[in-house]
């Protein structure tokens, strides 16, 4: 029996590269009711923060080296292998295109499972579905396949299934495709401006969520803007104080710093810092931003007693 169920995959990262992307989704329009597709090259990593694949190259055989038809796609063995022996990138699986029912199908399965058993060595097997329902509407469905390390021979289910959310799909362009380092991606610093609007509810929108680099090349700062009231000598005062969360340039890997600064920004303090990969995930973005407000209203009436009150005061 093969595993048709399918696992959550909160800690699988697929980064596309723009070009190859593009490659895949314009020969699906080409081929207008079959399917058709192509493999997929890039590199795996490991990280803390879960598993990252980045899919960087792809190759589509010639009309003459596959099958296309409405409901089958096949590459000729001899093609592949030839590709196989003159990549040096990892080979990482196969994408192909879905007339709009979905994916994948029991025969995508079955594929994968004797690719399991001709290749011991492998353990991982990426697929990405370009499920097309017209030329220019689409969806897209990746699924990771991992062998179970622990089987045993009297056990079918030799892998499991995890779908990808689209939220940990990622792109890249060659100019800034680097192979060690992943930092945060532009998808990922809309989706925590928009967060923190809600959790500070009315108190500034996502305008005025600033973004800009650091004194460290590459390592990227949103600042926002905080109001903090005190009672100091039996009078209310108000001081417009900045926060800034500062990224740092590996990505999802060192410290993310939280530091609170004058307007000007020509003094700042740090208060509190944390592991980068806590933002790395999308589901826990919210709950870490929720925290850190919790913790701001906390910490900041401490901090703020003299002597640092009138240092700030004056560097309004």
């Known amino acids: 029996m093969l595993p048709l169920f399918q696992n959550p995959a909160e800690t699988i990262f697929i980064h596309f590269n723009n070009r190859m992307f593009n490659e895949m989704i314009e020969d699906a329009a080409k081929w207008p009711g079959k399917e058709t597709g192509g493999m997929m ?38 093609y592949a292998r030839l590709i196989l022996d003159s990549e040096k990138l990892l080979y990482l699986g196969n994408w192909h295109k879905h007339l709009g029912y979905g994916g994948p199908s029991h025969g995508d399965h079955r594929q994968v499972e004797e ?6 060595h492998k353990n991982i097997v990426v697929s990405v579905i370009v499920d097309s329902f017209s030329e220019d509407d689409h969806e897209l469905i990746v699924e990771v396949y991992r062998r179970n390390e622990n089987i045993r021979e009297e056990v079918e289910n ?57 004194s460290i090349s590459d390592e990227l700062i949103l600042s926002f803007p905080f109001h903090f009231n005190m009672e100091l000598e039996g009078n209310r005062k108000t001081l417009d104080l900045i926060i800034l969360i500062s990224f740092p340039p590996n990505f999802p890997e060192g410290q993310i710093y939280i530091d609170i600064s004058s307007q000007d920004l020509s003094k700042k303090f740090t208060i509190e810092k944390h592991p980068a990969n806590v933002l790395y995930e999308y589901e826990l973005i919210q709950p870490f931003l929720q925290l850190l407000k919790a913790t701001l209203e906390e910490k900041i009436p401490q901090l703020m007693k003299e002597p640092l009150w009138k240092v700030m005061c004056e560097l309004k």
């Not at 690719?115 to 011991?120: A, E, G, R, S, V």
């Open 115 to 120: 690719f399991f058993t001709i290749n011991p």
């Open 158 to 214: 030799s892998f499991q299934i995890f779908r990808v959310p689209e939220g940990n799909l990622f792109y890249f362009s060659d100019d800034n495709n680097i192979s060690e380092e992943v930092r945060i991606t532009k998808e990922q610093i809309s989706v925590i401006k928009q967060e923190l609007v809600k959790v500070y509810d009315s108190d500034f929108t996502i305008e005025d969520v600033l973004q800009f680099t650091g």
């Open 41 to 78: 090259f890039g590199k795996i990593k490991q990280k803390e923060s879960g598993l990252e694949i980045r899919i960087e190259k792809t190759y589509i055989p010639p009309e003459e080296e596959c099958i296309r038809n409405n409901a089958y796609f096949e590459i000729n063995p001899e």
